[in-house]
């Protein structure tokens, strides 16, 4: 029966965005209540939902609206992403990423750019296949590895560069850093080492998160590096999308792998960078 009452959510949110902040909130415990059932149930409704949002809210309704595809990506790393995917949902935060805006269209806001790219960092960190899928395909690429590959370090200087403002888009920067930097971390293997050229600004990514890990911890050390890269719905995680993730990030604010408040100066550096490297190695 409750089930059947989301038709009505679905009915109200494409009409109209006024509830947009309630109804993103019912749709998230939707997903996290209703499980598989919900999902293989509601799939056409939820991505209706979502394309009818999608790029016609402002700064805070991108807020609420990618906690809610985030919700779904948590709970359903693979079929949640395969459906958004399918849907068009991925492609339409895809490309204000990396195409200009047409003659007489508004650029995309920082905020916006940092939630899409978020939403696209996860699905590359924990669902690689639909992550391929969607840029190997038109409109942004013919599916040739030059044109992926162009694709791949177009978003890979995105993420290097807007990454400094993931903190300022919400109270969950923190893990949402976390993320950017294990997709990051996750696309150094990529094309044969495409990506090499950028690895000393990658690794300056993730000797910031280890220079706040250090920090929230709170006693000098950034031991017990399983559970400092929780990010939820991440590898290897429990199966309600609360799982630990290899890799890190989070930022100090500072240029990367500088100093300042809160953020691990330039002497510390070969410390985390050695840190990092045994992370990598063990997971």
């Known amino acids: 029966r409750i089930h059947a009452l989301f038709l009505n959510l679905a009915r109200l949110l494409t009409r109209d965005t006024e509830f947009l902040k309630a ?28 394309q009818r949002i999608v790029g016609e809210v402002n700064d805070v309704g991108a807020n609420y609206l990618t906690q809610a595809l985030e919700s779904v990506l948590c709970r359903f790393p693979s079929e949640g992403a395969d459906m958004l995917r399918q849907g068009g949902l991925l492609s339409k935060l895809l490309e204000p990423c990396v195409t200009t805006p047409a003659a007489g269209t508004s650029q995309p806001s920082d905020v916006v750019l940092v939630l899409n790219l978020t939403v696209l960092a996860r ?18 690429s013919d599916g040739s590895p ?9 978003l890979t200087d995105l993420w ?22 294990c997709a990051l971390v996750s696309l ?6 495409l990506l090499l050229g950028r690895l000393d600004q990658i690794l300056n990514v993730c000797v910031d998160v280890l220079g706040e890990i250090e920090i929230e911890n709170g006693d000098g050390s950034v031991g017990g590096h399983s559970g400092a890269f929780m990010i939820p719905g991440s590898p290897g995680g429990a199966s309600d999308g609360g799982g630990g993730a290899q890799g890190g990030a989070h930022s100090s604010g500072t240029s990367p792998g500088g100093g300042g408040a809160g953020g691990p100066g330039r002497g510390a550096e070969s410390v985390y960078a050695a840190h990092l490297r045994r992370i990598l190695q063990n997971d």
């Open 23 to 50: 109804g993103m909130s019912l749709l998230d415990n939707y997903v996290v209540l209703g499980g598989a059932t919900f999902l293989t149930t509601h799939s056409g409704a939820v991505t209706e939902i979502f």
């Open 123 to 140: 699905v590359l960190f924990t669902a690689p296949s639909q992550f391929e899928a969607l840029v190997a395909a038109p409109p942004f």
């Open 146 to 154: 030059n044109q992926v590959a162009s694709r791949v370090s177009q």
């Open 160 to 181: 290097l560069d807007k990454f400094d403002a993931v903190g300022s888009s919400s109270s969950s920067g923190s893990w949402r850093r976390k993320l950017w930097a």
């Open 188 to 193: 150094i293997p990529f094309g044969n080492g």
